[in-house]
């Protein structure tokens, strides 16, 4: 697909950013035509007045209906959903879900996020079962994403209402304030907002916290706790005035009253959540779990969700585990993180090392190889097809440019400025094929959280080439990293994206 690449590295956002090798070789599907028109400068417009005429519809019916393979295309496609309809069968057979590497244990069941924007927990969660699963002989478990769902859900409206606070000086219609006030609390979030809520409320089995109406459509009660996080949002800002107003009020005396009064109108809050959601059981607040092992023996756990936590992930803690990025867009081996972006507040930042796109690979490969499944966010609407016994994540797999007689031209840069691609979901990477040759990757198993008819009883297969335009982020223990990786990311040193970044996507 497309044109050759050319040599010479691209000037993005100011700086001069070169690419690895695999990069350079698989922006080529991607990359745009030296010349897209025939057209020289000065040559006058069809419509002056920068309107669409009749005459420029002629001169676009002419054109394709010249072309016989828009012909044949118009014939299939206005009766046919296109994404079907163009999907490569030798693509199809190139990609089979066949592995020469992957975690030797495995889980179940497959999970499934259902009407809900919690893939990220899910991804987490799929991750550290793992080893509970290992360690009590289990056949098949699910941590409760319910639960962490509750104790992030309710920090994020904590954590609107502080930089509502922190912000009250700013115009209501200032670009941060109208921001920051568009998707307030997410389902969605960020591995080392996942590792706030892990270290601090710790983890429970499903069965503890289960499932409800709301965890698995949260959109009625995300609608219902947006309007009255506004409203809170705006009482609080009346009130920042009303304090600086007043020459007696210190700036400490106006920061403690607008807290008294944040933690007030949080009551609303945590009322609507735990009546939808359940009330969940405090982190240090003793358990007991009864089920059964693999061979059908009864046992028992008991402890605290923080004890749980801790008894399942000493072997590769969350918390020594970080994100790698490949952002094209900005500097390689630099820390960067997003301005107000988070769930706890006062909480650890979310971290980004950001690498060559290699370097994601190596680290997955390394993981795989010592039997540790990978969280990993990715744009997963792109060039894939989740439907049932099929899973393919695939640049190759659908014949958009053959159809419609065009190139898609954005590189993975130019994706990320025009608002066209971002990490929209989080997925485990359990297992991935290396040529034994090259000893380089070439496709990777992943493990959804949308239910067994999804892809093949769950799982979907992703090519190399999808991986360099769609893959964000590797998550990766500091013992699978590179020296130089995680010196970065312990340095602290680094640079702050702006709120809207898409680097700030919350998966």
């Known amino acids: 697909m497309g044109s050759s690449v050319s040599k010479v590295p691209a000037q993005v956002s100011g700086t001069l950013n070169t690419t690895s090798e695999s990069e350079s070789l698989n922006e080529k599907a991607f990359v745009r035509p030296q010349s897209s028109t025939s057209l020289t400068a000065g040559s006058p417009p069809l419509a ?66 259902k009407s809900s924007g919690r893939c990220w927990l899910f991804a987490t969660t799929n991750v550290i079962r793992h080893e509970v699963m290992k360690k009590l002989k289990l056949k098949e478990f699910q941590l409760s994403q319910s639960y962490l769902f509750f104790w992030d859900k309710l920090n994020k409206s904590n954590y609107y209402l502080e930089l509502a606070i922190e912000n009250a000086d700013l115009p209501v219609d200032d670009r941060l304030v109208n921001f920051l006030a568009k998707d307030l609390i997410s389902d969605g979030g960020q591995w080392d907002m996942a590792v706030n809520l892990l270290e601090t409320y710790g983890l429970v089995p499903q069965p503890i916290y289960p499932e409800s109406f709301h965890s698995s459509a949260s959109s009625p009660i995300n609608t219902l706790l947006k309007m009255k996080l506004r409203e809170h949002a705006l009482t609080l800002r009346t009130l920042s005035s009303s304090l600086k107003a007043d020459h007696n009020v210190s700036q400490e005396l106006a920061i403690s009253t607008l807290r008294a009064k944040k933690e007030e109108l949080m009551q609303e809050v945590y009322t609507i959540m735990s009546a939808t959601l359940g ?229």
């Open 279 to 507: 009330v969940p059981p405090k982190p240090n607040a003793a358990f007991t779990w009864e089920y059964y092992t693999e061979d059908g023996k009864y046992a028992k756990w008991e402890g605290t969700p923080l004890e749980f936590y801790k008894a399942f992930t000493a072997k590769f803690s969350p918390a020594e585990s970080f994100s790698l990025i490949n952002d094209p867009r900005n500097d390689y081996g630099k820390l960067f993180t997003v301005d107000k972006l988070g769930n706890i507040w006062g909480g650890r930042p979310v971290l980004y090392v950001n690498t060559a796109i290699d370097d994601l690979k190596q680290a997955i490969v390394r993981s795989i190889k010592a039997g540790q499944p990978v969280f990993f966010g990715c744009d997963v609407g792109q060039f894939s097809d989740s439907s049932k016994d099929i899973g393919i994540m695939d640049t190759d797999y659908f014949e958009y440019e053959q159809a419609f007689n065009i190139t898609l031209g954005l590189t993975k840069a130019e994706r990320l400025q025009t608002n066209e691609s971002a990490m929209t979901h989080a997925m485990v990477i359990s297992g991935v094929h290396v040529d034994e040759k090259t000893g380089r990757p070439v496709r990777f198993k992943v493990e959804n959280s949308w239910g067994e008819d999804s892809g093949v009883k769950g799982f979907n297969v992703m090519s190399d080439k999808w991986f360099n335009q769609f893959v964000f982020q590797v998550v990766v223990h500091k013992s699978f990293a590179t020296k130089e990786h995680v010196k970065i990311f312990e340095s602290g040193e680094k640079v702050v994206l702006p709120a809207w970044d898409p680097m700030g996507a919350l998966a």
């Open 48 to 113: 002056t007045d920068g309107s669409i005429s009749l005459s420029n519809v002629d001169t676009w019916e002419s054109a394709a209906a010249a072309d016989p393979k828009i012909q044949l295309a118009r014939t299939i496609l206005a009766h046919n959903n296109i994404k079907s309809s163009l999907t490569s069968r030798p693509a199809g057979v190139a990609i089979p879900h066949v592995f020469n590497h992957e975690v030797e244990f495995k889980t179940g069941p497959v999970t499934n996020q």
